[in-house]
């Protein structure tokens, strides 16, 4: 059965790093990961996108292994606004094609 | 910075009534998504939308759920006989479609709060 499985929560401190970890079995050979910020009451905003290897942007690195099945969200130095549900997004392959979501990652970034 | 808009904000309507979402995608954004996300729960895939038709669907996407682009701006989702269960938060996204990859970036609304009594 094609799923995502991400911790169900996290806490952490002002100016530390944060790693959350996405496990993915049977992804889509072709597609992208990707994982996605969600505040409360909003759409989910995009953060970071991969395809193998490592990515890095202004805000983000994403850690994805050679056999694809999981992928990590690095936050370097955490502020209180970082403080939200983090998501993984990929595409799985089964019976059918599927966009899937992650359960989500409730990062709680302490003073 | 151009940005997925969707209304209404919030829908009430009673159980077995039709709802028409709309949602206007970013201007030259070549593919587009319904996604549900119930209280407290995470995002689930419903449908994208490519070259007007669909391109893939979830099994959540049954026989009650249509989408249509009616002009060059316009993504609608329409849910025909609502039910309790439908109650959500209905987010559109649209991508550019560079890579013609459903995993293109994508860019959410900010939500239409259905609520069916």
């Known amino acids: 059965l094609a799923k995502t499985t991400q911790p169900i929560s996290m806490d952490s401190y002002e100016g530390q790093e944060v790693n959350i970890t996405c496990s993915h079995n049977?992804?889509?050979?072709?597609?992208?990961i990707t994982w996605y910020q969600q505040f409360p009451s909003q759409g989910p905003r995009f953060i970071i996108q991969g395809y193998k290897t490592k990515v890095t942007n202004e805000v983000a690195s994403l850690f994805i292994p050679a056999d694809r099945k999981s992928s990590t969200l690095s936050l370097p130095r955490v502020s209180l606004s970082d403080t939200a549900v983090y998501y993984c997004l990929v595409a799985l392959r089964g019976s059918s094609y599927k966009l899937i979501f992650g359960s989500g990652t409730r990062l709680l970034v302490r003073p | 910075e151009p940005e997925v808009t969707q209304t209404p904000s919030h829908q009430v309507t009673q159980m077995g009534q039709e709802v028409i979402l709309r949602c206007v995608p970013i201007?030259?954004?070549?593919?587009f998504y319904w996604y549900r996300q119930i209280l407290g729960q995470k995002v689930e895939f419903l449908v994208s939308f490519y070259n007007n038709e669909i391109s893939e669907k979830s099994e959540i996407f049954d026989d009650q759920f249509s989408v249509e682009r009616p002009d060059g701006s316009n993504f609608t989702l329409k849910i025909r006989s609502t039910k309790l269960e439908d109650s959500a938060m209905y987010f559109c996204?649209?991508?550019?479609?560079?890579?013609?990859?459903?995993?293109?970036?994508?860019?959410f609304g900010p939500g239409t709060r259905l609520t069916v009594l």
């Open positions: 996204a649209s991508s550019e479609g560079r890579y013609n990859s459903s995993t293109d970036t994508q860019y």
């Open positions: 049977n992804i889509a050979t072709n597609d992208y």
């Open positions: 201007s030259n954004h070549l593919y």
